[in-house]
Structures are given as structure tokens and as C-alpha cells.
């Protein structure tokens, strides 16, 4: 049997006091953080467990560095290597300064 058509309208309005849009504000800011915070961590977890394996393979066994020196020989290791020689000198100008700052940050403090 079918259904008969709706004969009216009924609107259900929902309305927030200040102290609950407040709370909503505080689980929605939340929830933005959160979202954002974990695979934030999750990468800085993967990127620091691969550098410090990187880092005992090659002090403990001396794995790497035949890796290392074969990445240095491609084009593209020896243009990462004109480029630090220059100072990213060969670079466009939106990349040097990037390639600046990134090598101001991974450079160690003396």
C-alpha cells in the first residue's frame, strides 16, 4: 500500500546555551588537534627509528656506507653535492632559500 504524501511541514529547531557551545568548542579544537598531532607523531616516530637505525648500522657493522658512497656516484648524488659545495648556489631561487633554512636546521651546532 502505498504512502500518502505529507499534508505539513514540521520543523525541530535545536538551540545551544553558552556553556554547551563552549563545550562543544573545546571537544571540536580537540578533535582538530588530535587529528592532526597523531600522524604528526606517527611520522617523526617511522622518520626517528629509521635514522636511528641507519645510525647503528653504521656504527655497529658498517652497512651503509657502500649505500652511501653508490648514491654519491649517480647524478643526482653529484648534484647534491654541487649544491652544498655552492651553497645552493645551483638551485632556483624559490628552492635556495628552502635548501637554506633546511640545511641551517640539520646542521650541527659547534
Wanted: proline residues 5%; charged residues 20%.
Amino acid at each position: 500500500m502505498p504512502k500518502a504524501k505529507p499534508t505539513q511541514v514540521i520543523v525541530h529547531r535545536i538551540e545551544l546555551q553558552e556553556k554547551e557551545r563552549d563545550m562543544l568548542t573545546a571537544y571540536v579544537g580537540g578533535s582538530v588537534v588530535k587529528n592532526a598531532v597523531v600522524p604528526l607523531s606517527i611520522a617523526a616516530g617511522v622518520g626517528s627509528a629509521t635514522y636511528l637505525g641507519y645510525k647503528i648500522g653504521k656504527a655497529a657493522f658498517g652497512w651503509t656506507e657502500d649505500f652511501l658512497e653508490e648514491i654519491k656516484e649517480t647524478p643526482i648524488g653529484q648534484y647534491a653535492q654541487a649544491t652544498a659545495a655552492t651553497d645552493g648556489a645551483t638551485l632556483p631561487a624559490p628552492l635556495r632559500g628552502l635548501y637554506k633554512t633546511v640545511s641551517w636546521l640539520t646542521s650541527s651546532s659547534k
